[in-house]
């Protein structure tokens, strides 16, 4: 089953606070989108698309989109003052130099070691692989916000991943509608549980091994 509207809201809510003052950050095609109309107007960041924006802002309001302003999933955006437009060429030359600090994408898999399967299931027809495998191998932070299990109920939080990989050990963050995960040194740790879940509801929907941590919070 896929998310609702207000459910997908909270999962980007929740990733924003992972944004600081300064940062230059990416956002992914679908959930990772939303992220953009939560961060706090008090921070100065920018946001890069592969397709070569680098300032852009929130979704305008209706009535108001241009034809011309998008990000690299088609959507209409807004453009901050300072904004800058480039082709697509320099907008992959700033990811491959390092220069991002958070990345955050959409995942099909990730597995306990932060391995990342994004961008094909074997035998489906996809449009390429877009900027996925750079931003996860490229970028200081990358942070993965995705539903919690498939349209089956089988985990996408796994073991190992089944499906081709993006990179390995990639994610540092993962945010599901279930909860709040951090990967590091191979290990996967439950930092905080979304409202109304709790502690045994995520594992016993978590195909992985898990590490609970003394304190988790809860997310409301």
Known sequence: MGLGAETRHRIARRAALEITDGMVVNLGIGIPTLVADYIS???????HTENGILGMGGSP???EEDGNLSNAGGYPVTIKAGASYFDSATAFGIIRKGLLDVTIL???????KGDIANWIVPGKRVPGM???????????????LMNHTDKYGNPKIVKECSLPLTVKEG???????????HCADGKLVLKE???PYTVEDVLSSTGANVIVDEK?????
């Open 41 to 47: 107007s008090d921070l100065h960041i920018m946001l």
């Open 61 to 63: 309001r209706e009535g």
């Open 106 to 112: 959409g995942a099909l898999e990730v597995s306990e």
């Open 130 to 144: 877009g900027g996925a495998i750079d931003l996860a191998q490229k970028a200081k932070k990358v942070i993965i």
């Open 171 to 181: 994610a540092h963050m993962i945010i599901t509608e279930k909860a709040v995960f």
């Open 193 to 195: 549980v979304m409202n």
């Open 216 to 220: 988790v919070s809860v997310f409301l």
